[in-house]
Nanobody
């Protein structure tokens, strides 16, 4: 079955950086778009970024554009999110998620357990 395991979260100060990782298994990773979604305390799920199956196309939510970079390593079945210039409003649980079959739409229901990111001074 699809398994997605995130890591790399932590507690940082505003302006600092973090790199999140996601290990995928249970499916042919290189066949799917992948993405990151997040859930801030008391709020619903929010799409953050996505990347095409070959890694050549990326897309970002306006809130993170220019600060976050998504990437993938299809040889290792890994997904990454480099987060720079972090802000307190980036505080959330970050989940990786798989795209729907033959689609660039991210399936929120496929998300892993997530990794906590806290940005506070």
């Amino acid at each position: 079955q699809v398994q997605l395991v995130e890591s790399g979260g932590g507690s940082v100060q505003p302006g600092e950086s973090l790199r999140l990782s996601c290990t995928a298994s249970g499916f042919i990773y290189s066949n799917y778009w992948m993405g990151w979604v997040r859930q801030a305390p008391g709020k619903g799920l929010e799409w953050v970024s996505k990347i095409s199956n070959a890694g050549s196309v990326t897309s970002y939510a306006d809130a993170v554009k220019g600060r976050f970079t998504i990437s993938r390593d299809n040889a290792k079945d890994m997904l990454y999110l480099q987060m720079n210039s972090l802000k307190p409003e980036d505080t959330a649980i970050y989940h990786c998620a798989r795209g729907r079959r033959l689609s660039n739409e991210i399936d929120f229901g496929s998300r892993g357990q997530g990794t906590q990111v806290i940005v506070s001074s």
